[in-house]
């Protein structure tokens, strides 16, 4: 009987053995850990208008619509320079000072006016006392009093003019900024000497809490822009950071030498961080007539030259989902096909999940 015990015995080791690797073979489904989940956001696939965008060059300027340039109103030697390129003025604010002739001769008009006032006002007098003595007639009176207001207007108007144009004793000139904002050009020195004549302006000062961006648009897209079209902005300053705005005038105009078109965006510059003169980058942005399933681009994976998104259920039920990408504009993906709309993907924590899945 032993013998046959012992086969027994063999047999049971055997089966017991041929068990052990189907332990080995099962596998632990992927669940989503209450940490990772209380981080991991989603967003569901959505049907939307295709858009595109046109990128074109251009240049941030100044608003017109805020910005003086300052002329000199007279002639001469600037004694001293306060401003320079850059700084910030307020309206009121002395920025040059200039000895001038011409500022000489207007103080000369004033004294010259000054006494004038005396002696006519004195005459005024004279007239008055003589005609309540019997000595002249009321006529001489009012002769006398029209010359005394005519000098008191000339006075007057002596008085406004070196206020207007900041005369100061000393035959000083001062220039003064007439707004708030930038000294963005100065064309201005000490000790430069001042033609009388001189037509170009001395300094630009502008308000850039509102600037523009002028794109040049290539003539072959002139009909995708239009006017209110979204419009996003980079620099090569600040590459990270996108000003957005909208299209709101088109200069129809072609440049025949660069065969483009002028449009202008608005855009709020409360940082100053936009300065004029800077080169853009400008994003135009336009729909088309046509509709597609949409998802954030954020939540794209690229992986062995393909796309993939982690199309989320439940924390117990996340799927890896091959998709094929259409187009993508700004921060939206545009699907054309491997989702369906109402799906929900994920946007963050997707790579981590997506490593843990898939390795």
């Not at 439940?314 to 700004?330: H, K, S």
Request: glycine share 4%; with cysteine; proline share 3%.
């Amino acid at each position: 009987m032993r013998p046959v015990l012992y086969i027994c015995t063999g047999l049971l080791c055997l089966a017991s053995c041929g068990k052990k690797p189907a332990l080995t073979d099962s596998r632990k489904t992927f669940v989503l850990s209450e940490n990772m989940l209380k981080t991991t956001t989603t967003a569901p696939a959505e049907t939307q208008q295709l858009r595109n965008e046109l990128r074109f060059y251009g240049s941030i300027t100044a608003d017109n619509n805020k910005l003086t340039e300052v002329y000199p109103a007279v002639g001469g030697n600037v004694i001293s320079v306060n401003v320079e390129l850059g700084d910030y003025v307020k309206k009121g604010q002395l920025l040059a000072t200039i000895r001038s002739a011409e500022a000489a001769g207007f103080e000369k008009e004033l004294s010259d006016a000054e006494n004038d006032v005396l002696v006519a006002k004195n005459n005024w007098k004279i007239a008055q006392e003589l005609y309540a003595g019997k000595l002249n007639t009321e006529r001489d009176v009012m002769e006398a009093r029209s010359l005394y207001d005519k000098a008191l207007s000339q006075l007057n108007r002596m008085k406004e003019t070196l206020n207007i144009y900041s005369i100061r004793p000393g035959s000083i000139y001062e220039i003064r900024s007439p707004m708030n904002g930038f000294i963005i050009e100065k064309n201005i020195n000490q000790d430069m000497l001042l033609r009388s004549d001189r037509t170009d302006n001395i300094f630009d000062i502008a308000e850039i809490d509102e600037v523009w961006a002028i794109a040049n648009v290539n003539e072959a897209d002139i009909n995708q822009v239009k006017l209110g079209v979204d419009a996003y902005v980079t620099t090569l300053t600040y590459p990270d950071k996108v000003y957005s705005g909208k299209v709101d005038k088109i200069f129809n105009i072609i440049d025949p030498e660069t065969r483009s078109m002028k449009v202008r965006v608005k855009l709020h510059n409360e940082d100053f961080l936009l300065k004029p003169q800077m080169r853009a980058g400008i994003r135009i942005a336009y729909t088309e007539d046509r509709r597609m399933i949409t998802i954030p681009a954020s939540a794209l994976i690229f992986d062995k030259s393909k796309y993939f998104v982690m199309v989320f259920r439940d924390r117990y039920n996340i799927e890896t989902r091959q998709v094929e990408i259409y187009r993508q504009v700004g921060d939206l993906a545009y699907i054309s096909a491997g989702l369906s709309e109402g799906e929900n993907v994920i946007t963050a924590n997707q790579l981590y999940i997506y490593d843990a899945i898939n390795d």
